[in-house]
């Protein structure tokens, strides 16, 4: 690597040389040229020699593949810094492990505060339940403790968090010793999460976005709402990512707008659009899902936190406003909807206000053939997260466990949305799953239901322009002339072309198909390493050169 430094002038000049660039510029690119915070030039290496002179800093790839930066597209930042920093269960493998790990972070963590936890699961259990509250009091030595489920729906508390909020017992959700859901959970997680202090969410946001940048992620979406995080939790977010290099930080408020008022203090916070996880109905983990018939575990249809026309009124609100609107909408009964009410205010400012704004559906689980259809009539982006189908998909998975089979199946299905022409946009949920976007990409191309497969190809464009679509710019997540310099270097195996069809060639390295080739994601490969992430022309993440 060669370098030159030009202090003041015009825009520093990067080339990088001798790897591969994933362009739809060109699929046999090598070598790419960066000028300031913007993509300049991708081409041979032919024509890399002749601007290798004027460069200010010339890399070699050493056969490095360089792709966009990859876009989360659903996150919770502090949340998902919390568990990277402190008491996480998704790794426990039984009850008393679970109580084990509690009672670890309970002894080691400083006196008088609040423990705040994430990620059991006792579908995974031998056990197949959850701690008694009186079992977490004994692993806490009596200390308040704030436990959230791996879907962040419902969480146990101890008696000594219900302390600390009065009336809890009355509210929705509330369980004497089971997990609390509802109105009862959203009150114990503001409890909880408002003795976060500043000093500690910070910590925790800018672990998330370390964890982020070493992931060749460029950008998030953080899905906030005043029933999940706080406005000052939102803005400290903004704020922090604004500040500091690191990833993008699109922030979304799932708050209800019915008045051009509450969309102009949606806007005063910063917020993309109102949107995110304005909750529809909960989670199928949680059995808070909202569906059509009855869970087969289960002897009622989950919860329906927003009607039809409430939704309509939403999106007519946001749409006159110029505002982005969206919903985290789970069960088929909570997608209808969703569907329902969008086409409602298409009806009353115009399908074609509707569609411009490009309103998103956060998970979109169980949508049926009609709904996937009017997706894409309405413009809808479904912001999808293929990692809750490695999780929980398959005939002996959660999904099955709470659907039956037959129902299970049809989750999550990707390549319909993609066959309607429903944009698409990938993401994580963090901390319900981790920031893993090789990961996800090998979850949407090997779904555990064939049907719903899709190419390496499409699930890699969803989870890098796919998100950038979803926040309303068409410029970005693709390597060209004049896009954004948001990008990664990977140490990588062969690039191959990818279907997901067993008909035919599920891989091929062919050069003449003049389709850009990308790592093998056949499970069990390894996935690609990191070496660097830029955004924006600055780096955010290296280990090039180790």
């Given at each position: 690597?060669?370098?030159?430094?030009?202090?003041?002038?015009?825009?520093?000049?990067?080339?990088?040389?001798?790897?591969?660039?994933?362009?739809?510029?060109?699929?046999?690119?090598?070598?790419?040229?960066?000028?300031?915070?913007?993509?300049?030039?991708?081409?041979?290496?032919?024509?890399?020699?002749?601007?290798?002179d004027s460069a200010d800093e010339v890399i070699d790839l050493g056969g490095a593949l360089v792709t966009p930066a990859f876009t989360d597209a659903h996150v919770h930042?502090?949340?998902?810094?919390?568990?990277?920093?402190?008491?996480?269960?998704?790794?426990?493998?039984?009850?008393?492990?679970?109580?084990?790990?509690?009672?670890?972070?309970?002894?080691?963590?400083?006196?008088?505060?609040?423990?705040?936890?994430?990620?059991?699961?006792?579908?995974?259990?031998?056990?197949?339940?959850?701690?008694?509250?009186?079992?977490?009091?004994?692993?806490?030595?009596?200390?308040?403790?704030?436990?959230?489920?791996?879907?962040?729906?419902?969480?146990?508390?101890?008696?000594?968090?219900?302390?600390?909020?009065?009336?809890?017992?009355?509210?929705?959700?509330?369980?004497?010793?089971?997990?609390?859901?509802?109105?009862?959970?959203?009150?114990?997680?503001?409890?909880?999460?408002?003795?976060?202090?500043?000093?500690?969410?910070?910590?925790?946001?800018?672990?998330?976005?370390?964890?982020?940048?070493?992931?060749?992620?460029?950008?998030?979406?953080?899905?906030?709402?005043?029933?999940?995080?706080?406005?000052?939790?939102?803005?400290?977010?903004?704020?922090?990512?604004?500040?500091?290099?690191?990833?993008?930080?699109?922030?979304?408020?799932?708050?209800?707008?019915?008045?051009?008022?509450?969309?102009?203090?949606?806007?005063?916070?910063?917020?993309?659009?109102?949107?995110?996880?304005?909750?529809?109905?909960?989670?199928?983990?949680?059995?808070?899902?909202?569906?059509?018939?009855?869970?087969?575990?289960?002897?009622?249809?989950?919860?329906?936190?927003?009607?039809?026309?409430?939704?309509?009124?939403?999106?007519?609100?946001?749409?006159?406003?110029?505002?982005?609107?969206?919903?985290?909408?789970?069960?088929?009964?909570?997608?209808?909807?969703?569907?329902?009410?969008?086409?409602?205010?298409?009806?009353?400012?115009?399908?074609?206000?509707?569609?411009?704004?490009?309103?998103?559906?956060?998970?979109?689980?169980?949508?049926?053939?009609?709904?996937?259809?009017?997706?894409?009539?309405?413009?809808?982006?479904?912001?999808?997260?293929?990692?809750?189908?490695?999780?929980?998909?398959?005939?002996?998975?959660?999904?099955?466990?709470?659907?039956?089979?037959?129902?299970?199946?049809?989750?999550?299905?990707?390549?319909?949305?993609?066959?309607?022409?429903?944009?698409?946009?990938?993401?994580?949920?963090?901390?319900?799953?981790?920031?893993?976007?090789?990961?996800?990409?090998?979850?949407?191309?090997?779904?555990?239901?064939?049907?719903?497969?899709?190419?390496?190809?499409?699930?890699?464009?969803?989870?890098?322009?796919?998100?950038?679509?979803?926040?309303?710019?068409?410029?970005?997540?693709?390597?060209?002339?004049?896009?954004?310099?948001?990008?990664?270097?990977?140490?990588?195996?062969?690039?191959?072309?990818?279907?997901?069809?067993?008909?035919?060639?599920?891989?091929?390295?062919?050069?003449?198909?003049?389709?850009?080739?990308?790592?093998?994601?056949?499970?069990?490969?390894?996935?690609?390493?990191?070496?660097?992430?830029?955004?924006?022309?600055?780096?955010?993440?290296?280990?090039?050169?180790?």
């Amino acid at each position: 690597m060669t370098t030159r430094t030009t202090p003041g002038g015009p825009p520093r000049t990067v080339l990088l040389r001798r790897g591969e660039v994933h362009s739809p510029a060109d699929p046999f690119a090598t070598a790419m040229a960066v000028e300031g915070d913007r993509i300049a030039w991708i081409g041979s290496e032919a024509a890399a020699d002749s601007l290798a002179d004027s460069a200010d800093e010339v890399i070699d790839l050493g056969g490095a593949l360089v792709t966009p930066a990859f876009t989360d597209a659903h996150v919770h930042a502090t949340s998902a810094g919390l568990a990277l920093t402190g008491l996480d269960l998704a790794a426990a493998r039984s009850l008393p492990d679970a109580l084990e790990r509690v009672r670890a972070h309970a002894a080691a963590a400083p006196a008088g505060g609040v423990l705040i936890g994430h990620g059991w699961d006792a579908t995974r259990w031998p056990e197949g339940r959850p701690p008694a509250r009186a079992e977490l009091d004994a692993a806490t030595g009596g200390r308040p403790l704030y436990l959230a489920r791996v879907d962040a729906h419902s969480a146990l508390v101890t008696t000594a968090l219900l302390d600390r909020v009065p009336g809890v017992t009355g509210l929705t959700g509330y369980h004497p010793d089971g997990p609390l859901t509802a109105d009862a959970h959203h009150a114990v997680r503001r409890a909880a999460h408002a003795t976060v202090g500043a000093a500690q969410r910070a910590a925790a946001q800018r672990a998330v976005l370390r964890r982020a940048a070493a992931l060749g992620i460029g950008a998030l979406h953080e899905c906030g709402g005043p029933e999940i995080s706080g406005e000052e939790d939102f803005t400290a977010l903004l704020a922090l990512a604004a500040a500091e290099p690191g990833p993008r930080v699109t922030g979304y408020w799932g708050a209800l707008v019915t008045n051009a008022k509450e969309a102009a203090q949606v806007r005063e916070l910063g917020a993309a659009g109102a949107a995110g996880d304005l909750f529809a109905d909960g989670s199928l983990g949680s059995h808070t899902a909202h569906l059509h018939h009855p869970y087969a575990d289960a002897p009622h249809t989950g919860r329906e936190y927003l009607t039809a026309e409430d939704i309509a009124a939403h999106v007519t609100t946001c749409t006159e406003a110029g505002l982005q609107a969206g919903f985290h909408a789970i069960g088929d009964a909570a997608v209808t909807a969703v569907v329902t009410g969008v086409r409602a205010a298409a009806e009353r400012v115009g399908t074609a206000r509707v569609r411009a704004l490009r309103h998103r559906v956060e998970h979109a689980e169980m949508p049926d053939a009609d709904a996937v259809a009017a997706f894409a009539e309405l413009g809808l982006t479904a912001s999808v997260q293929p990692a809750f189908d490695a999780a929980w998909g398959g005939p002996d998975g959660m999904y099955a466990e709470r659907l039956g089979a037959a129902r299970a199946r049809a989750l999550n299905p990707f390549a319909a949305l993609l066959r309607a022409g429903v944009p698409l946009a990938f993401g994580s949920d963090a901390p319900v799953t981790p920031l893993d976007p090789w990961g996800t990409v090998r979850a949407a191309a090997f779904h555990r239901t064939e049907e719903h497969r899709v190419s390496v190809r499409a699930a890699f464009t969803a989870h890098t322009r796919g998100g950038w679509r979803a926040a309303g710019r068409d410029d970005a997540g693709v390597l060209v002339p004049g896009a954004p310099a948001d990008y990664a270097v990977w140490r990588t195996g062969d690039l191959v072309v990818q279907a997901p069809d067993n008909r035919i060639a599920r891989w091929s390295t062919d050069p003449r198909s003049g389709t850009p080739g990308l790592p093998d994601l056949t499970p069990g490969a390894p996935l690609p390493e990191c070496l660097r992430t830029v955004v924006g022309g600055r780096t955010v993440y290296d280990r090039l050169n180790e």
